[in-house]
């Protein structure tokens, strides 16, 4: 059973640039949520989709804005990057409902 | 809102026990979680408190006091391969779904 899965692993673009990170969720999991961490601090949520919508989201500007896709895949669009976007952008993924998420291996983007 | 607070950094040798702490603030409160992350990988699920006491797993075990706001992680028989930053997560009982809001994280360093 493949767990959660992110693409790609590693980005470089450039300031006012846009990008798209992608996010398989585990077997069995309806429900994504993103979250951007800085090197060397905790992880901050960003936004949670459920059945295809944002069902919540984080203190995080517009230019952050997210899909899911009938399969409960997720894709994260970031527009207009700055230099502070420069993180490792992680997905979770749970089950309606329950409580433990577990997370992807992060994609590395790094904004120049 | 919520606030989290844990130390940046600690140190222990091998073999021996650490203590990592975790105080929270919380409009409202639905469960603590422990991740125990490894440089450039994914957050791990370690474990998950909603009641006061204690939860033991093998060589780690987490404890809860909801009226002091106040969580450990215990280590035991530390490992070299335990070196990893150690995520303390609080679950907002208003929140839908599986929104986490993380602590900065505590650097462990295991010593020979």
């Known amino acids: ?112 | 809102g919520q606030n989290i607070d844990q130390p940046t950094e600690m140190t222990a040798t091998e073999g021996a026990i650490v203590q990592i702490n975790c105080t929270y603030q919380t409009s409202g409160f639905n469960g603590l979680f422990w991740y125990q992350q490894h440089a450039g990988e994914a957050p791990t699920f370690l474990s998950y408190n909603v009641l006061d006491g204690l939860e033991e797993k093998g060589r780690f075990s987490s404890f809860l006091s909801r009226s002091k706001g106040y969580s450990y992680l215990l280590l035991k028989e530390l490992q070299m391969k335990d070196s990893a930053s150690y995520l303390c997560a609080v679950r907002d009982r208003k929140a839908a779904g599986n929104k986490l809001t993380f602590g900065g994280g505590t650097r462990v360093l295991v010593k020979p």
Do not use: M
């Open chain 1, 1 to 112: 059973d493949a767990g959660v899965t992110q693409s790609p692993t590693h980005l470089i673009k450039t300031r006012g640039q846009q990008v798209t990170l992608r996010c398989s969720p585990k077997s069995g999991h309806d429900t994504v949520s993103w979250y951007q961490q800085a090197l060397g601090q905790g992880p901050q949520f960003i936004f949670q989709y459920y059945e295809e919508e944002e069902r919540q989201r984080g203190n995080f500007p517009d230019r952050f804005s997210g899909h899911q896709f009938p399969n409960y895949s997720s894709e994260l669009n970031v527009n207009a990057l700055l230099l502070g976007d420069s993180a490792l952008y992680l997905c979770a993924s749970s089950p309606g409902g329950g409580a433990e998420a577990f997370f992807g291996q992060g994609t590395r983007l790094t904004v120049v």
